[in-house]
Nanobody
Framework: QVQLVESGGGSVQPGGSLRLSCASF????????VAWFRQAPGKEREGVAA???????SYADSVKGRFTISQDNGKNTLYLQMNSLKPEDTAVYYC?????????????????????WGQGTQVTVSS
C-alpha cells in the first residue's frame, strides 16, 4: 500500500525559510511523477512544483526562484525547500504522487491525476 507522510510545516516570519519533507512507503519515487500542491483558505488547490518521471522539473510562477523541489531516491523522500517566504505562501501543503506519464508542467495543472496524497502540513507566514 502506498503511503506518503509529510513533515516540516510550521510558522515563520516573512523572508524566512522552511523545508518540507515527504517520505514514501510502498513504491519508489524515481519511477513516478511527484509534486507539491497547496491550498489556502477559500482558494482552489494549486500546483507548486513537480518532478516528472524523466526528471524534468517545473515550478509555479509565483514560487520560481524561491522554492526548490528535490528527491532523495535512496531515502524515498521528496523535499520542498522554501526560501524568502511571503504571507501569500500561507496554505496547507500536500505532496502527491502519480503513476501517469506526464510532463512536470502538465503535473502542476493536473491534481486530479494524482492518486496518492500526503496528509497535508500547514505553512503559515506572518509577522
Amino acid at each position: 500500500q502506498v503511503q506518503l507522510v509529510e513533515s516540516g510545516g510550521g510558522s515563520v516570519q516573512p523572508g524566512g525559510s522552511l523545508r518540507l519533507s515527504c517520505a514514501s512507503f510502498g513504491y519508489t519515487y524515481s519511477t513516478w511523477c511527484v509534486a507539491w500542491f497547496r491550498q489556502a483558505p477559500g482558494k482552489e488547490r494549486e500546483g507548486v512544483a513537480a518532478i516528472s518521471s524523466d526528471g524534468s522539473i517545473s515550478y509555479a510562477d509565483s514560487v520560481k526562484g524561491r522554492f526548490t523541489i528535490s528527491q532523495d531516491n535512496g531515502k524515498n523522500t521528496l523535499y520542498l525547500q522554501m526560501n524568502s517566504l511571503k504571507p501569500e505562501d500561507t496554505a496547507v501543503y500536500y505532496c502527491a504522487a502519480s503513476y501517469w506519464v506526464m510532463t512536470a508542467i502538465q503535473a502542476l495543472g493536473s491534481s486530479n491525476d494524482f492518486g496518492y496524497w500526503g496528509q497535508g502540513t500547514q505553512v503559515t507566514v506572518s509577522s
